[in-house]
């Protein structure tokens, strides 16, 4: 078990990440996380935008909701977006308290000092928790330097970030300060949102190194199983599992969107990183008719680009957008 920084939560080393639960039906939802929950898993993870993912997890906790460690999340950055939101979450999992509540995604400093203002987000969290809605406040997100910030002006009770085998760049700082200010790790995207197919020394990986809870997204029994058992045998990677990883990345190349986005804004109006969502949600996690209808609900459409390059210029990675677009177009267009 692992200590969840200063908050006396001990948590299973391998948590439930909450959005593949979308895709399975209600009665398949409630046993997948009632298995998890008998292999030992205490920690769910979900989010307002994972449509019906909070009530999926209510159902399968029902009779056990002191067993297991509640956490959701938002994108609402207004005192009043954030009140609504935290009602609701409440009646979705069909509980009286969530144990720890989340700023999602916070992308850039603009949304933070949203958050942080007179009537921000933060305001009705701290409301929420006197009154016994909520235990403790988080922050997530996909940019160091923007979390860094954030942990320096609001006193935070844990921080999640995407980590994995492929992403380890430009996080020593931020996990340095997480750790300093003894703060709970939540490691999402143990697999690159599906990217690296070596799953079980991709978590390994992570599970060795004891930063905090990683949260891969299960959606299937054999996984809920599978996890559980790697994370009551955690040791760190046999050199033939390394190589083996090595060889996953390299046949991957680097060319996948980590949502970061540095390409924004678009002057087409292009919300370029939930065309790559989308289109991760469709190839790499199956939501064939969640992606397409997102993809069509969205105002612009990756077919809009005018192939000026200026986010290509932008983004760290180096991605070719543009073809990228082109692609995402074909595949949910
Ligand atoms: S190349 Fe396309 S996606 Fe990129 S900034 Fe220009 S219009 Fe937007
Ligand atoms: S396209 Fe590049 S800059 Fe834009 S979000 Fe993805 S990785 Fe980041």
């Not at 990183?273 to 992606?291: I, K, P, V």
Request: glycine content about 8%; overall charge negative.
């Amino acid at each position: 078990m692992i200590d969840f920084g200063q908050t006396g939560l001990s948590l299973f080393p391998v948590g439930f990440g909450g959005i593949p639960l979308q895709r399975n039906t209600e009665e398949e939802a409630a046993e997948i996380v009632a298995r998890a929950v008998e292999q030992g898993i205490n920690f769910f993870d979900s989010a307002r935008a994972y449509t019906d993912s909070e009530h999926k997890i209510g159902l399968g906790i029902k009779g056990k909701r002191d067993k297991v460690v509640l956490a959701t999340k938002t994108m609402a950055r207004t005192a009043a977006e954030m009140a609504e939101d935290i009602e609701i979450s409440l009646r979705q999992f069909g509980t009286d308290y969530i144990d720890l509540y989340q700023c999602h995604n916070v992308r850039s400093e603009e949304e933070l000092q949203t958050l942080l203002s007179s009537k921000g987000g933060l305001e009705s969290l701290v409301l929420a928790q006197r009154a016994g809605k909520i235990g403790h406040i988080g922050i997530t997100g996909h940019r160091p330097e923007l979390l860094l910030k954030a942990l320096k002006e609001f006193p935070f009770t844990s921080v999640q970030f995407p980590y994995n085998y492929l992403e380890q760049e430009n996080k020593a700082e931020l996990i340095g300060l997480a750790r300093e200010l003894r703060l709970g790790i939540i490691i999402m995207k143990p697999l690159a949102g599906g990217a690296i197919r070596e799953a079980e020394p991709a978590l390994r990986f992570l599970l060795a190194q004891r930063l905090g809870v990683v949260i891969p997204g299960m959606d299937r029994l054999v996984q809920v199983e599978q996890n559980a058992r790697l994370a009551r045998d955690i040791r760190p990677l046999t050199p033939e599992e390394t190589e083996g990883l090595n060889r996953d990345i390299a046949g991957l190349g680097q060319d996948f969107c980590r949502r970061c986005e540095y390409c924004q804004p678009c002057p087409a109006g292009i919300n370029i990183t939930n065309m790559f969502l989308f289109e991760g949600y469709y190839s790499r996690y199956d939501l064939h008719q969640w992606a397409k209808e997102r993809y069509e609900a969205s105002t612009v459409k990756a077919s809009a680009c005018t192939k000026c390059g200026q986010c290509e210029d932008k983004c760290p990675y180096s991605l070719p957008i543009r073809e990228k677009l082109e692609k995402v177009h074909e595949l949910l267009g």
